[in-house]
């Protein structure tokens, strides 16, 4: 471009900032500009409600918003009813009805990619990294962050970029500053792994490829990666530690259950320990790649705060998760998503991996581990929608009440945002969806979320 043109594109640019937005004034575009604001009054009136905390089934419920906040929730009661009339008779007060819904808290989902846009094979993998600019996925990942919302996912922790740099934290930046809508989000920026061990992986030394992660090797260097993630935007440190499954024809000794479905670890101990400690310093967790035996014992060993996929973990390492309060985020969906395509593509243990890691659910939800909600959306197609993960959470083994739990109040604690968000109580943010049916019967309905409010603001109605 000429030094002209440059001129030109600085002199439009300052005009269009001098347009304020209506409601916007005196701030600049892209400055928390356009950030939706909440009627000062919202009245929700539901059919039923899920108090996700005791699983209970409220009837003829009416919930008070105050601009972004829960104010009240009550079932149908002379004292509801009053308070309801007295806060919509004041001006400005929007009413919403849902007579044939159940209302619940905003559903959050702590394992996402949203730079990421299916990756069955290495080759879908590797044409979003050689083929798409970032710019280009970046523009993609604001479309998956809206469909999220439109989902019903209120709240998000997207678990890496995938080689597309910080693009999550603008992502981020954008929906708080109200340029795009989209969750909440906590985000890990780039990811660490070992030189070696993450795609790009199979090209020539001497030709350079993007890596979807940040490589690190040795204790003081990733701790300086650490350092550098944070710096540049990220709540959560994302590491990988584990790489190359197999189940084990001879297991570790005193390893129960068999099969054992084994790995080759990435970091050692000394790399996670200093991760770790790093991002613990500096008030920030750290969610680790673990899929089988070694991956996840380490982790746990290191001090991790989530367990990621987990699809095999030891019922030692169960316990251990248990005493160190340790997250567990399985993936069943992706899993069997991928299963297929990664079979037909040269390593059938996928498949084999669809079992244990059912396997590994039931028995982690009989030990009694905190088990949140995630899914891996963009591991798969963004069109799908990431709920589908209820329903085989169900069929292998917890209740539909324990379902809705692990994607509201428990993943809320993961995030350390219970404060805010998880319940529909006095004083939090008011993220509420609403579906039709009762999910408590049947945990499909979640598939279908109609109604969609996210800090009072509404994005979806039926
Ligand atoms: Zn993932």
């Given at each position: ?7 030109v ?20 575009i ?6 939706p ?22 009837h ?53 990619h ?17 083929k798409?600019?970032?710019e280009?996925?970046t523009?993609?990942?604001?479309q ?9 996912f ?33 985000v ?9 061990a ?21 204790a ?25 499954y ?11 259950p ?11 101990l ?11 310093r ?19 060993e ?37 299963a ?20 590994t ?44 739990r ?9 995030l ?17 969806v ?29």
């Open positions: 471009m000429t030094r002209s043109g440059i001129v594109v600085m002199f439009f640019s300052i005009v269009a900032v001098g347009q304020t937005p209506p409601g916007a004034q005196g701030r600049k892209g400055d928390f500009a356009n950030v604001e909440a009627p000062a009054y919202t009245l929700i009136r539901c059919g039923t409600a899920v108090d996700v905390k005791t699983n209970k089934v409220l003829n419920v009416t919930i008070i918003v105050e601009k972004d906040r829960i104010r009240n929730l009550m079932e149908q009661t002379s004292r509801s009813v009053q308070e309801g009339t007295q806060v919509s008779a004041r001006a400005g007060a929007t009413v919403i009805e849902l007579p044939d819904h159940t209302c619940l808290p905003g559903l959050i989902d702590v394992h996402t949203a730079l990421l846009q299916g990756d069955i094979t290495a080759a879908d993998y590797d044409k979003q990294l050689l798409w600019s970032p280009y996925r523009i993609l990942g604001t998956s962050a809206r469909k999220a919302l439109e989902y019903g209120t709240t998000i922790r997207d678990l890496e970029t995938e080689g597309a740099g910080y693009a999550d934290v603008d992502i981020k930046k954008a929906i708080n500053a109200g340029v795009i809508p989209g969750p909440r989000m906590q890990a920026t780039r990811a660490l792994d070992v030189t070696g993450y795609p790009l992986l199979g090209y020539a030394p001497n030709v350079p490829v993007p890596h979807g992660v940040q490589v690190c090797d040795g003081d260097a990733c701790r300086k990666a650490v350092r550098e993630q944070i710096m540049y935007g990220a709540d959560w440190i994302k590491v990988y530690s584990d790489r190359s197999y189940i084990d024809p001879n297991p570790p000794a005193g390893i129960s068999t099969p054992v479905l084994n790995d080759i670890p990435t970091f050692t000394d790399e996670l320990r200093a991760m770790v400690d790093e991002a613990h500096q008030r920030h967790k750290v969610a680790s790649h673990a899929t089988a035996y070694n991956g996840v014992h380490n982790s746990v290191a001090g991790i705060d989530t367990i990621e996929h987990g699809d095999y973990i030891s019922d030692a390492d169960l316990k251990l998760m248990i005493q160190k309060g340790t997250y567990y985020v399985p993936t069943l969906y992706v899993g069997e998503y991928v297929e395509g990664r079979a037909k593509a040269g390593a059938p243990v996928w498949l084999d991996m669809t079992k244990i890691s059912a396997d659910f039931g028995r982690a939800v009989k030990a009694g581990v905190k088990i949140a909600f995630g899914t891996d959306a963009g591991g798969f197609d963004w069109n799908i929608n990431p709920a589908v993960e209820f329903e085989l959470r169900v069929k292998y083994g917890q209740t539909p009440a324990e379902a809705l692990s994607a509201t109040v428990v993943a809320s604690e993961l350390g945002m219970q404060k805010d968000i998880g319940t529909i109580e006095p004083g939090k943010l008011a993220d509420i609403a579906v039709k049916g009762d999910p408590l019967t049947d945990i499909t309905a979640v598939e279908h979320v109609d109604f969609v409010m996210k800090g009072g603001v509404v994005y979806k109605k039926p």
